[in-house]
């Protein structure tokens, strides 16, 4: 009889520690299943691990002023991609001076100014339309350096994909709606 209940005490005792380490492999095991599942969802959007796509047009340069020594550039900045970048410089060899980012500003007395920014991020899926109301680029620029028609190199650089060269078109401030 001893034996009987020996032999039962230690298969219930073998099915105990079966049945806890079923339950303690069940909780790892559901918590990838859980984030497995996520992932799948995400990757079927199309857009998981995608880099960002960053895609630059309608490139508008100002005519500069009789006597002034800056004007403004605007583009529009579009990121088709699955991940976010950060616009972060702005050069061309045609504006040996130097082209600063800026953002356009209003005081408490309502005067408006330009402020310069280190660099403007753009989200995945995002755009970025510059205008004389938001960010935009401030070039240094001569009177008579260009004329209207002309198309200026601009190159982009982003801090993940690398550098996107676009031409801008000098226009007459008058000439373009640019909001």
Known sequence: MRRILARVSSTLGDRRKLRDTALAALVPV???SVALAGLTAWTGTGRAGTPARLRVTDGRLLLPS???DETSAFFRVANEGGSADRLIRVTSPRAPGGIALSEHRMTEGN???DT????VDIAAGDSLAMSPTGVGLTV???????????????TFEFRRSGRV???AVVVRPDSVSLQ
């Open 30 to 32: 559901a918590a990838c």
């Open 66 to 68: 009789a006597g002034a």
């Open 111 to 113: 005067a408006a100014y």
């Open 116 to 119: 310069e920014i280190g660099s």
């Open 140 to 154: 240094s620029a001569t009177s008579g350096q260009w004329r209207s028609g002309d198309l200026v190199p601009f």
């Open 165 to 167: 060269t676009v031409l």
